[in-house]
């Protein structure tokens, strides 16, 4: 009687309730880390966008710099405030710049001297 009640009244956990509670904390444990895999991936790309996107930006201002010698077409911009229409006549000059798989345009309107 008294090795029944020893038996009986053991503390700790079974083998199953350990397993269960291991493949809780894997599951757990994944998830976190594929969500810090995605945010670091994320910001690195980020990073990289914005670095060519200051060499594009780069570029273009040693272009103003340097006097802008290219000549581009005239086109107008509008620019409408409620019932107030404004038109701007200039020259739209762009850079173009590429990070990994993407490419892209910066485009920039310069105002007619007048």
């Known amino acids: 009687m008294v ?3 020893l038996i009986n009244h053991q503390k700790g956990f079974t083998l199953v309730e350990l397993l269960i509670a291991i493949s809780i904390l894997m599951m757990i444990i994944f998830s976190f880390t594929l969500l810090f895999t995605t945010s670091f991936s994320g910001i690195f790309g980020a990073g990289r966008k914005s670095e ?3 060499r ?3 570029e273009m201002d040693n272009k103003i710099a340097s006097g802008l010698e290219e000549q581009y077409d005239e086109t107008n911009l509008t620019i409408v405030f409620d ?3 404004l038109e701007v006549t200039g020259e739209v000059k762009q850079v173009g ?3 990994e798989d993407h490419t ?3 485009k920039y309107f ?3 001297g007048e």
């Open 104 to 106: 892209g345009t910066i």
């Open 52 to 54: 060519a996107l200051f």
């Open 110 to 112: 310069f105002p007619a």
């Open 83 to 85: 019932e107030l229409l």
């Open 97 to 99: 710049y590429e990070y």
């Open 3 to 5: 090795i029944k009640k």
């Open 56 to 58: 594009a930006q780069e």
